[in-house]
Nanobody, 124 residues
Framework: QLQLVESGGGLVQPGGSLRLSCAAS????????IGWFRQAPGKEREEVSCISNSLGSTYYADSVKGRFTISRDNAKNTAYLQMNSLKPEDKAVYYC?????????????????WGQGTQVTVSS
């Protein structure tokens, strides 16, 4: 059974850090790109970052560039999102998703597989 499971969310103060994990099972992990997305209350889901399947090319939204780092460990079937210098506006439910490519989600590209999400709250 194909599954993506996020973990690592929680409550952190502004300026703090969290590392999210996305554990995959049921498919050939290193064949897939992994994207991280977030959705804040009342807002559209947005793509935060993506890492490709082969060369490990990365993409970041402007809002997180320089603060977030995406990575993957194919031996562990796990992707990560290291989030530093967190801001209150980073508060959202964070999802990971898998597809063959890092597509332009904002333009309508659909990722095939999704996790259930993990809550990140940034508050003092």
């Amino acid at each position: 059974q194909l599954q993506l499971v996020e973990s690592g969310g929680g409550l952190v103060q502004p300026g703090g850090s969290l590392r999210l994990s996305c554990a995959a099972s049921g498919f050939t992990f290193d064949h897939y790109a992994i994207g991280w997305f977030r959705q804040a209350p009342g807002k559209e889901r947005e793509e935060v970052s993506c890492i490709s399947n082969s060369l490990g090319s990365t993409y970041y939204a402007d809002s997180v560039k320089g603060r977030f780092t995406i990575s993957r460990d194919n031996a562990k079937n796990t992707a990560y999102l290291q989030m530093n210098s967190l801001k209150p506006e980073d508060k959202a439910v964070y999802y990971c998703a898998a597809d063959l490519l890092c597509g332009d989600y904002a333009a309508g590209y659909e990722y095939e597989y999704w996790g259930q999400g993990t809550q990140v709250t940034v508050s003092s």
